[in-house]
């Protein structure tokens, strides 16, 4: 008897999905390891901690796909582009990943609407509110170095942005859970 309850091209999509959430891990490992060697303790703690929820990111993807009766595909992971050149470009980069993972997400959300697929699009939907969270924490820190004045980001500005960067927490409040009294 058939127990797989995913289409085999929600299945496909779901495996592209989930080695995209490990290769962002991957990402995140790669620029935390560079902010650490160029004495960013604080950067690269914030990074490191962020690989370990991409990988969440991951496994969760992957219990769907075994629970939904269908097969996981583990498969090599890209590997990650270059090291930035500044902070202010890791930043950047770091928006920008989270961007075409929003992308990504999307075409999921598109595709198991497509295939009347209300299980997988109701599964996606911690995705499309994960990944607002993801963008603004991304937006945080490059909002941080604008307070600083990234072209001219001196010695004592990066250091206290580090210090910073140390104890900032993973999360951010998404829209939905502000209140006039808590802004
Ligand atoms: Fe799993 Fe940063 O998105």
């Keep these: 008897m058939n127990t797989d309850r ?3 091209t929600i299945a496909a999509a ?14 995140y490992l790669s620029y935390a390891a560079w902010a650490e ?18 990988r969440n990111h991951m496994m969760k993807i992957l219990e769907y796909i075994l629970k939904r009766g269908a097969k996981v595909q583990v498969t090599a992971i890209p590997a990650p582009p270059e ?3 500044s902070i202010k470009i890791c930043f950047e980069k770091i928006f920008e990943h989270e961007v075409d ?10 595709m198991s609407l497509t295939e009347e697929d209300w299980a997988t699009w109701n599964f996606m939907q911690w995705f499309v509110k994960e990944q607002v969270e993801e963008e603004t924490l991304a937006m945080n820190l490059l909002d941080k170095l604008k307070i600083t004045d990234s072209e001219k ?7 206290v942005l580090d210090r910073d960067l140390e104890t900032t927490p993973d999360e951010v409040t998404s ?3 502000v209140t006039a009294d808590n802004p």
Excluded: D
Aim: charged share 15%; proline share 2%; aromatic share 8%.
């Design 6 to 8: 995913l289409s085999k």
């Design 14 to 27: 779901l495996n592209a999905q989930m080695t995209k959430e490990a290769q962002a891990s991957q990402i």
């Design 37 to 54: 060697s160029q004495g960013f303790g604080g950067v690269a703690n914030f990074l490191f901690r962020h690989a370990q929820e991409e």
């Design 83 to 85: 090291n930035p050149t």
């Design 101 to 110: 993972n929003t992308n990504a997400v999307y075409k999921l959300v598109k």
């Design 153 to 159: 980001l001196n010695g004592n500005a990066l250091y």
């Design 175 to 177: 829209a939905q859970e």
